[in-house]
């Protein structure tokens, strides 16, 4: 399950340009790869990522992000399921043969389940914003920069306030910024 939250923010009251000063972090939690490797394309941040070095592709050992028409279909789900017991037989077979975690480990899908800390200025983060919150998104990264804006507008609607009226009409934000 995808989780949000706002570790801390820089308040923008006073600054000169605080479109240029203010700056949010956040964790993300339960995103698939294939959504950090979305996000790590904003180049204007600061981010550390959970490895996948000593990540076990054993029964168990990863949780998948499995996407919502996949989820509402019996017989596509059942094609991903089958897909991810050939791997892990794949990774055990890899395993047996002495071959190391660390390298058995290019087995494992997009869809592993990650975690990632990432700080960006208001202003990487308004840019962010127009191009993850937009319907051409990709549905699992919008989902992560709709909940992100829920819980930075409260600290900075000035900043945000546009963005919020195009994108977020339909939400509540976040009471003082936390979920």
């Known amino acids: 399950m995808t989780r949000v939250l706002l570790l801390g923010f820089v308040p923008v009251d006073g600054l000169p340009e605080p479109e240029k000063h203010g700056a949010a972090t956040f964790l993300l939690t339960g995103i698939s790869r294939s959504c950090s490797h979305q996000i790590v394309r904003h180049r204007l941040a600061s981010f550390s990522q959970e490895s996948q070095r000593y990540v076990s592709l054993e029964k168990g050992e990863w949780q998948a ?18 897909a991810w017991d050939d791997l892990q037989t794949a990774y055990a077979r890899l395993r047996a043969l002495n071959i190391r975690k660390e390298d058995a480990r290019f087995l494992l899908p997009n869809a592993a389940e990650t975690k990632l800390v990432m700080t960006m200025d208001y202003a ?56």
């Open 65 to 82: 992000v499995i996407p919502p028409a996949v989820a509402s279909n019996p017989e596509a789900k059942a094609v991903l399921e089958t």
């Open 124 to 179: 990487a983060l308004r840019h962010f914003f127009w191009l993850r919150l937009d319907k051409a998104a990709q549905w699992e990264v919008r989902d992560v920069a709709r909940e992100m804006m829920r819980l930075v507008y409260p600290l900075a609607p000035g900043i945000f306030q546009d963005l919020w009226d195009t994108f977020m009409t339909d939400e509540e934000p976040a009471a003082g910024g936390q979920p």
